[in-house]
C-alpha cells in the first residue's frame, strides 16, 4: 500500500528523538495548540493557600535494569513538563519541583526509592513510572500515603478494578482499548486480504493474561480466529518454539506485549526464522527510542500503541513540539519518542486537576481529578470512579514503524507529516531497507 502523504525523517540514524507535548489547561485541542490556553504560555494565578513553596512531586524512573531504555523517556517527559511549567508561571503562581530517583526496574526499588522522597519532603503528589508491575508498585505506596498519583505507561485494568483504587489514576488507554484498536488496525487491511488467523503470545503476568484475554474476545468478535495464544516469561531469550507453532499455525496477525529487550530478541529471531505475519502488534517494546537502531529490518512495520504517536495534532501538540525542537542538540525536524509523549501527558492533567482544584489539598486534587474534562496531547478525557479513563473517551493512537519513526496510523483521517497508510501486508524481510 502506497503512502499518501509526505514525511520528514526524524534526526539520527533511526532512533525517535526525545520528548513530547505543551501542558494545555483548557480549550479544545485547536485553541490549545494556537495559544489561548496552555501552561506553555499561560498565566497562572497564586493558588488559594498563598503559598509560595515550590508544588513538590516524586517519581522514579528505571535509569537502570530492564526498562532503562523507556525510562529514560519517562524522565526526558517529566523534565520537560516541569520545564515548562517553571518557564511559564508554574501552577497557581507556584514552581514545580519534581524529585526522580532510579527504581532500578525493580519494584522493591519503587517503593523504597518513593519512600525516601517521601521522608526528606513535603510531597504533594506522585507520578509514575513504566510498566504495570511497577507502576503498581507506586500506587501502593501512594495509596497508603493518601496522595495522588498520576502515571501513564499502565494499561493494566485488574490493579484499578480489584485494588480500590482511591488515589492513582492512569491517564492512559487501558487494555480494553487496546483491543479496541487492534480491530481498528486490522480493519485497516483490504477486506477481501484482512488477517483471519491470529496469534496471541502473552508475557506470564496478571496483564499479559488480561491481554490475551481481551485480545482474543474483541478480535473473534470481529470474525478473526485465535489459533495460537501461548505465554511466555519476561526475560526469555529464546522464542524458537513460540515461532515454530506460529507458523504451523499460520498466524497472519501476531499480538504480543514483551519487555523491550525481549521484543527486540523476538523479532530478530523472528527474521533469522523467516516468520513474517502480514500485521504484528508489539506493545511496550516497540515503543523505546531505539527500536530500529536494535532491531533493523526485523522492526520495521511493527504495529505499536502507546499512548501517544508522532503525527497527532491538538491538544498542545503543536506547542509541545515546537518547545521541543527549541532545545539544544534537537534536530529541527525531529520528534518526540512515543513513551515521552504518553508519560508528558502526565504533567498536561498534574497541572489542570491542581489549578481546576486551587490547592494541593491531596482530597481537594482528588475530587477534583474525578469530576474535570482532561485535555491533552493524548485527547480528552474524564477518569471513572476506579482512575481509569471513561471506556470509550481515549481511542488509543496506533503506530507502525516506518522511514526511521512511529509513524501515525490510526486515526487514518489525521493529514500530518508524521502520519501516513499503514503498509499492509508487511513486505518480506528481504525486500525492507532502512
Not at 525510562?71 to 514545580?96: K, S, W
Not at 502480514?278 to 516497540?286: C, G, M, S, V, Y
Request: glycine share 12%.
Amino acid at each position: 500500500m502506497s503512502n499518501r502523504r509526505q514525511f520528514i525523517t526524524a534526526a539520527g540514524t533511526g532512533a525517535v528523538a526525545l520528548v513530547t507535548g505543551c501542558l494545555g489547561s483548557g480549550g479544545d485541542g485547536d485553541s490549545t495548540d494556537s495559544g489561548t490556553t496552555d501552561s506553555g504560555g499561560s498565566t497562572t494565578t497564586m493558588g488559594s493557600s498563598g503559598s509560595d513553596e515550590p508544588i513538590t512531586i516524586a517519581a522514579t524512573v528505571s535509569r537502570t535494569g530492564s526498562f532503562s531504555s523507556a525510562g529514560e523517556d519517562v524522565e526526558t517527559a517529566y523534565r520537560l513538563g516541569e520545564q515548562l511549567i517553571n518557564d511559564n508561571g508554574g501552577i497557581l503562581g507556584r514552581d514545580v519541583d519534581v524529585i526522580i530517583r532510579d527504581d532500578e526496574s525493580d519494584p522493591q526499588k519503587v517503593r523504597e526509592s518513593l519512600q525516601t522522597i517521601l521522608d526528606n519532603n513535603d510531597v504533594d503528589m506522585i507520578w509514575g513510572t513504566f510498566g504495570s508491575l511497577l507502576v503498581g508498585a507506586a500506587a501502593s505506596i501512594a495509596e497508603r500515603e493518601g496522595l495522588p498519583m498520576l502515571s501513564a505507561n499502565f494499561a493494566y485494568m485488574e490493579p484499578h478494578l480489584n485494588n480500590n483504587y482511591q488515589w492513582t489514576f492512569a491517564p492512559f488507554p487501558k487494555s480494553r482499548d487496546m483491543a479496541n484498536g487492534a480491530v481498528k488496525l486490522a480493519n485497516l487491511a483490504p477486506e477481501d486480504n484482512r488477517p483471519v488467523n491470529v496469534g496471541i503470545w502473552q508475557t506470564n503476568t496478571g496483564w499479559g493474561a488480561e491481554l490475551g484475554r481481551v485480545w482474543s474476545e474483541a478480535l473473534e468478535a470481529n470474525g478473526h480466529e485465535v489459533v495460537v495464544n501461548e505465554k511466555f516469561q519476561i526475560g526469555a531469550s529464546d522464542f524458537s518454539t513460540l515461532i515454530s507453532q506460529a507458523k504451523s499455525a499460520n498466524v497472519e496477525y501476531l499480538l504480543t506485549n514483551p519487555a523491550p529487550g525481549g521484543g527486540i530478541t523476538m523479532v530478530n529471531q523472528m527474521q533469522e526464522n523467516s516468520f513474517n505475519p502480514k500485521l504484528a502488534t508489539i506493545e511496550r517494546a516497540a515503543t523505546i527510542t531505539t527500536w530500529l537502531d536494535a532491531t533493523g529490518v526485523a522492526g520495521l512495520y511493527t504495529n505499536s500503541t502507546p499512548g501517544w504517536v508522532p503525527g497527532l495534532t491538538g491538544g498542545g501538540n503543536q506547542r509541545m513540539l515546537e518547545a521541543f525542537r527549541a532545545q539544544d542538540d534537537v534536530a529541527a525536524d525531529a520528534y518526540p519518542a512515543p513513551t515521552v509523549g504518553g508519560s508528558y501527558n502526565v504533567t498536561q492533567t498534574a497541572k489542570q486537576a491542581i489549578e481546576a482544584a486551587g490547592s494541593v489539598e491531596p482530597e481537594a486534587v482528588r475530587d477534583t481529578l474525578l469530576d474535570t474534562e482532561f485535555r491533552t496531547v493524548l485527547g480528552s478525557f474524564r477518569f471513572d470512579e476506579n482512575g481509569m479513563p471513561v471506556e470509550g473517551d481515549l481511542a488509543p493512537p496506533m503506530g507502525q514503524w516506518q522511514d526511521g519513526l512511529l509513524r501515525l496510523v490510526i486515526p487514518s483521517d489525521v493529514d500530518s507529516e508524521a502520519s501516513t497508510d499503514i503498509e499492509y501486508p508487511a513486505p518480506a524481510y528481504g525486500d525492507r531497507s532502512m
